[in-house]
């Protein structure tokens, strides 16, 4: 079964920090999707990343960054120079074909608290 | 391009009522997907629909159910509601299938009492 695992239930850091959240997947596809979204206290899950199990090239977005290795089936997410607006809940997804189709599951979420 | 929107966003029904929740997929999105968070058991998905079609179900019991239209507009409903169906329901829309990057709607917020 497709499991996801962000270890970090909150972290806490002041504002410039640099700061990485973890994500483990447990899967036996060789074919997924891994996903970042981030909730802010509004509530509505915002989009960050999506990444398929072939590339496992890192990428940055501003002052965004994410890691992906296959070899320890992780895809975290660093902040760099963190900022007040940054804090949030933080979700890590995985989408593979179970026998009903496509299905995501979701990581339990890291709640950031980034302060002034 | 208008986000996936979805009403209503409060809700407070009582034990045993149904309810109704709807969905606007971005235009263009044919697959909506719906999901469940609350603060024990996290985001767990409900079901998919593409096509007006049910594509796929999450672990939940008969008593949630949902249905696409042929515009991608999509309902769900809950019927003899309980305490713990008390959540933030969500709902995603995406292209084709839930692999693509799925957008979220802000939620409606089911109370039960």
């Known amino acids: 079964a497709q499991k996801v695992t962000q270890a970090q239930t909150e972290i806490s850091v002041v504002e410039k920090e640099d700061v990485t959240l973890d994500c483990v997947y447990e899967?036996?596809?060789?074919?997924?999707?891994l996903f970042w979204y981030k909730q802010p206290p509004s509530g509505e899950l915002v989009f960050l990343i999506r990444?398929?199990?072939?590339?496992?090239q890192n990428e940055i977005s501003g002052r965004y960054s994410w890691n992906f290795q296959k070899s320890t089936s992780s895809f975290n997410f660093t902040i760099t120079a963190s900022q007040v607006v940054d804090s949030a809940v933080y979700f890590c997804?995985?989408?593979?074909?179970?026998?009903?189709?496509?299905?995501?599951?979701f990581g339990a979420g890291t709640r950031l608290f980034v302060k002034a | 391009k208008a986000g996936v929107t979805q009403t209503p966003r409060y809700l407070i029904k009582t034990r045993g009522q149904q309810v109704t929740l709807s969905c606007s997929p971005i235009?263009?999105?044919?697959?909506v997907s719906w999901y469940q968070q609350t603060p024990g058991q996290g985001l767990q998905f409900l079901f998919e629909?593409?096509?007006?079609?049910?594509?796929n179900k999450g672990n939940f019991p008969g008593r949630f159910s949902g249905r696409q239209f042929s515009n991608s507009r999509s309902e769900m409903n809950v019927s003899t509601l309980e305490l713990g169906d008390s959540a933030l329901y969500l709902c995603?829309?995406?292209?084709?299938?839930?692999?693509?990057?799925?957008?979220f709607g802000p939620g409606t917020r089911l109370t039960v009492l």
């Open positions: 995603a829309s995406s292209f084709s299938t839930s692999t693509d990057t799925q957008y």
């Open positions: 899967t036996r596809d060789t074919t997924y999707y």
């Open positions: 990444r398929n199990s072939f590339d496992e």
């Open positions: 997804a995985l989408s593979e074909r179970g026998t009903g189709g496509f299905k995501t599951i």
């Open positions: 235009s263009g999105h044919r697959s």
């Open positions: 629909y593409f096509s007006e079609t049910q594509r």
